[in-house]
């Protein structure tokens, strides 16, 4: 089981196993904790985390959160207060080079940053070349006291994620519609399964 933030998580994931790696897809079953959970809030999936943790739940789970100042706050804070079992895990979306000097709109205008770990949402995996939007950028919303970093967010993120859903395996397969940062993101989720099954034998 995959738990994400929100319900855009889910729907890219699938989608991208459903174009990219159909051999394994059905091994995977997502819980959107935006959609499911009772609690409210943006700590829905550290709730969620602590309430499988102390109930000692033994499915096979992964708790996938966005590379941004939210995420990565969440992340070492779930760190900090819980040892995980050995068939649950806990992860970020992966740092990319191709995030790391990227256009980033603030209170003195835009100026290119480092957007891993501070703004890159699973719309940032995305294929950015969409006909008749301007070129990518974030946007710096609020700023995280606990880590001294802003938080940002993709604009138009909603645009790259119904481009996505519309794309077909011939245009991924032929380069039209560029998956590679998707691809990024599944192999660092299966990495983090092989990671379960090996400590699951070796408990």
Not at 80 to 92: C, L, S, T, Y
Not at 146 to 152: A, E, P, T
Not at 164 to 178: I, L, M, Q
Request: charged share 25%; aromatic share 10%; with cysteine.
């Amino acid at each position: 089981m995959v738990a994400t933030e929100g319900t855009s998580d889910t729907h890219i994931l699938k989608r991208g196993l459903s174009l990219l790696r159909p051999d394994i897809e059905d091994f995977f079953r997502f819980i959107d904790i935006e959609d499911r959970h009772p609690f409210s809030g943006t700590g829905n999936l550290s709730k969620f985390a602590e309430g499988l943790v102390k109930i000692d739940v033994h499915n096979r789970v992964i708790f996938l959160l966005d590379n941004d100042a939210e995420g990565i706050d969440t992340y070492r804070g779930l760190l900090q207060r819980f040892k995980f079992p050995v068939n649950m895990k806990v992860m970020v979306l992966p740092d990319l080079n191709e995030l790391r000097d990227f256009p980033a709109k603030g209170p003195s205008g835009v100026a290119n940053a480092d957007i891993n770990g501070c703004a890159a949402a699973i719309e940032c995996y995305l294929d950015f070349r969409l006909e008749g939007r301007p070129s990518p950028q974030v946007t710096w919303t609020n700023y995280k006291e606990s880590l001294g970093i802003y938080q940002g967010s993709l604009d138009y993120k909603d645009s790259y994620a119904k481009a996505f859903y519309k794309t077909t395996p011939e245009a991924v397969e032929s380069g039209t519609y560029d998956a590679s940062k998707l691809k990024i993101v599944i192999a660092a989720l299966l990495e983090q399964c092989s990671g379960i099954a090996v400590q699951i034998l070796d408990s």
